[in-house]
């Protein structure tokens, strides 16, 4: 009988299934800086409906099958032809497996990886959705110190040598090298090279998460942690997610063929939704360089209205990052500042939204200081009004005002 829900499943969840993740809609403040969203209005709907259009009338018939496990062929030709192009990467379509988002393809390179208690090396603050897979397979999450420059390379040797000292090799080295999550920096060539020699002397392989790297609005492009490796010890994985929109639920991978082969036996669902990959396949091949301009004018006029609505109204009161690309900006206040306890009530009080400093930290405890504001999602005009209520309201809870 619907709704007595009387059945109690208390006893019987798996010893590692992950903690609940609570459910419903998530309260969002008006002014929201939390989510590292594209633009709303920038959504190509139009384009992508007539792209899925054209591909379903010319091979609609096909919805009826189970597709590639690595995905639609196509879109994966495409995936190569823009790696080759634009991050110097030079792979077949049959070396890149598409999945739900990035996120799935980095689940499946963890899961055949990663055993409880493995070392997992990555950036002192590090993007949340990877770490939560970390720990899902009991990853000991070591946080290497970063600069603006990106991960120190002393700071990377000697955590693995204490590491290896313990008796416990690290399984990877996980970064984000270009317009970081939540930092912003992206990694300058000097410490891609280094860190690529550090991976290649330990034997510790490196994951390259590169799914901002389109969004550039000033500087000049870093090549590839991949392109700089000879050996296969660089794991390349990319998205949609951030120059159509995280809907489609479309991202990629590459790594060598043995590992590539362990990943796709790891994947849930046998194949990959072609029905997302058509229109993202047609939509791509003639639209999304210019689409990818579009949208890059449109944020960077956020990206500078936030960072002169830091300037007018946290002045020399707090610290920032102003990065050349992504989606969000890394906020520093004084030390002993609390942003974890006030985020509830700035969020009632003020109706502004962020992610605080512990939500990126592998400790999930340092940090209480920081914040992550994200420009992508909300308007100019918003963005200018919320900076401003946030300080506002950080003066009411008496933080470093
Ligand atoms: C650094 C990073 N990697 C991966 C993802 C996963 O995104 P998706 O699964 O939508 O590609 C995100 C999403 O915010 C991200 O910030």
Redesign the pocket.
């Known amino acids: 009988m619907a709704g007595t829900n009387q059945f109690n499943y208390d006893d019987l969840f798996a010893k590692n299934a992950p903690a609940p993740a609570g459910g419903g809609a998530v309260r969002r403040g008006k002014y929201d800086f939390a989510v590292?969203y594209p633009d709303p209005v920038s959504i190509p709907t139009d384009e992508l409906v007539d792209s899925l259009k054209g591909a379903l009338d010319e091979e609609g018939g096909d919805l009826a099958l189970y597709a590639d496990r690595q995905g639609y062929a196509p879109l994966r030709e495409f995936v190569a032809g823009k790696l080759a192009r634009d991050r110097d990467i030079h792979v077949a379509a049959d070396d890149i497996v598409l999945g739900?988002?990035?996120?799935?393809p980095?689940h499946m390179l963890l899961e055949v990886l990663v055993d409880p208690g493995d070392v997992l090396l990555t950036d002192d603050f590090v993007?949340t959705?990877?770490l939560s897979q970390m720990r899902r397979f009991g990853g000991d999450i070591r946080g290497v110190e970063t600069d603006e420059e990106g991960m120190l390379p002393d700071a990377l040797s000697g955590a693995i040598e204490k590491a290896i000292g313990e008796g416990r090799k690290p399984k990877l080295i996980y970064l984000?090298p270009t317009f970081q999550?939540p930092q912003g920096w992206t990694m300058s060539l000097a410490r891609r090279q280094a860190v690529v020699e550090i991976s290649q002397k330990y034997g510790v392989p490196i994951m390259e998460?590169d799914?901002?790297v389109d969004l550039r609005y000033d500087g000049e492009d870093v090549t590839s942690i991949y392109s700089l490796d000879d050996t296969g010890s660089v794991m390349y994985?990319g998205?949609?997610?951030?120059i159509i929109a995280?809907g489609m639920?479309?991202?990629y991978l590459t790594v060598p063929q043995g590992l590539r082969e362990r990943a796709v036996a790891a994947k849930s669902g046998g194949s990959v939704n072609s029905f997302a990959s058509y229109a993202v396949h047609r939509y791509a091949t003639g639209n999304l360089d210019t689409h990818i301009g579009d949208i890059n004018e449109i944020q960077r006029v956020k990206r500078d209205a936030m960072v002169s609505a830091l300037g007018e109204n946290f002045g020399s009161r707090a610290e920032w990052s102003n990065p050349e690309g992504g989606l969000f900006l890394w906020l520093k206040m004084p030390e002993g500042s609390d942003l974890v306890s006030i985020r509830d009530r700035v969020l009632e009080t003020a109706d502004v939204g962020y992610l605080p400093g512990p939500n990126f930290a592998p400790d999930g405890a340092s940090g209480r200081n920081y914040a992550r504001l994200c420009f992508g999602y909300c308007q100019p005009e918003e963005i200018r009004e919320g900076i401003a209520r946030l300080a506002e309201a950080f003066e009411k809870e008496g933080v470093a005002f």
């Open positions: 590292a739900d988002g990035s996120g799935q980095i993007y959705g990877t984000i999550n998460d799914c901002y994985v998205s949609f997610s951030k995280p639920r479309l991202g």
